[in-house]
Each structure stands twice: as C-alpha cells, then as structure tokens.
T-cell receptor, first 119, second 116 residues
C-alpha cells in the first residue's frame, strides 16, 4: 500500500489564484480529512468526509472547498488564494476497527504534506 | 467543545535524560488518545495510541504513555532520549460524539530538542 499520498509537495501562488491540492489513499478508508498546520497552532481541521459523496466542515473551512466523488480521492480546492492560507496542508485517512461494547477504534494516518506559499 | 492542552511549548534535554511531555484534555466521556511525532520536514507519524484496557501504553522507539482518567491526562514518557528524538510531538484526542460521528482534536505541539 502507498498509504496516503499528496501532490504537489510545494506550491507558490499569487493572491487570487486558484488551485487544487490532491490527496489519495489506497487503504479503502471511508473517513478522510484535511488539516492545516501553522506554527504554534497545532493542526486544525479544515474539512472532512465520512464517505464518498459526503463532506462536512471542520474548524477552519472558510476559503476552501472539497468534494468526495470516490473513496480514494479527496481534493482540497482554494478558489481565490489569500496570504492567510500560507501553511502546510496535511491530508489524512482514518482506519476504523470495532472494539468491545460496539465502540470503534479509529487511527488516523497522515500524508506527507503540501507546503503552500501565497504571495 | 473539547480541547487538548500540551503544557510545554519547547523542551530542551541532553542525551540520556528522561522525558515526560504533558497532555491534558477537557472531555469527560469516552476518548481515544494518541501521540504523534513530526520529525523536521516530515509528516506526522503515529507514536502510540490508547483505546481501552491497560492505561500504560507502549509505542515505537521506546516511548510510552500513561492514561490517567481521573486527571484527564495522557503524558508521554521516555526513560532516555537520543538526539534522533528531536522532533515536535502532538497529543490528540478522538472523541466519540454518537451516531458514528468522531472528532480528532490536536494539542498545539511540543518541540523537543535533544542536545548531543
């Protein structure tokens, strides 16, 4: 398995440009998510998806769109980039196993990240 | 909303020193707990996790963590650190909110610098 893959690794945009960050996983995980990482802020959830055709907003969704047409892919779109979106973006997918008393045990695995600079 | 607090922003240790990084969370229900490590320029890797059972969890590279429910804590420990442990460490809490909905919340991270 390749795990979680992301492209591109690095990107420089000008304010107002649009782009799509790609994310794919080959582990047949239903749950996928996008985070941004900023110094001193930890990781903050942008959007997530619990399965193909289903997406929802996380903590910091403004300025980003997502779609989930297949289980494998979960692209993140910036429609009009702003300098505040300069960050490192991580995609993740979640493995779910069932433990005792019907409670799930979920472990999240991360992609290598995309460094985005918006000028 | 639940929150995760990591007490130290930056910890500096000499090689062979013992390590303990604090993590507290604010949710009172059932939680799953994780520590992730991020080496310089790399992505997050799972260090260890706790779902249930023995509250002392052993992970990779000699790390362990203890879940103390009464203190809402999940501190990370290592008896003797190495220079290669220099990295940023993130505590995360996965909260089950019912109807198949979960939320993973991260602490802000602790940078560990190990001096040879």
């Amino acid at each position: 398995n390749a795990g979680v893959t992301q492209t591109p690794k690095f990107q420089v945009l000008k304010t107002g440009q649009s782009m799509t960050l790609q994310c794919a996983q080959d582990m047949n995980h239903e749950y996928m998510s996008w985070y941004r990482q900023d110094p001193g802020m930890g990781l903050r959830l942008i959007h997530y998806s619990v399965g193909a055709g289903i997406t929802d907003q996380g903590e910091v969704p403004n300025g980003y769109n997502v779609s989930r047409s297949t289980t494998e892919d979960f692209p993140l779109r910036l429609l009009s980039a702003a300098p505040s979106q300069t960050s490192v973006y991580f995609c993740a997918s979640r493995d779910r196993r069932w433990g005792g008393a019907g409670k799930s045990q979920e472990t999240q695995y991360f992609g290598p990240g995309t460094r985005l600079l918006v000028l | 909303a639940q929150s995760v607090s990591q007490h130290n922003h930056h910890v500096i240790l000499s090689e062979a020193a013992s390590l303990e990084l604090g993590c507290n969370y604010s949710y009172g229900g059932t939680v799953n707990l994780f520590w992730y490590v991020q080496y310089p320029g790399q992505h997050l890797q799972l260090l260890l996790k706790y779902f249930s059972g023995d509250p002392l969890v052993k992970g990779i590279k000699g790390f362990e963590a203890e879940f103390i429910k009464s203190k809402f804590s999940f501190n990370l420990r290592k008896p003797s650190v190495q220079w290669s442990d220099t990295a940023e460490y993130f505590c995360a809490v996965n909260v089950y909110s019912g109807a198949g909905s979960y939320q993973l919340t991260f602490g802000k991270g602790t940078k560990l610098s190990v001096i040879p």
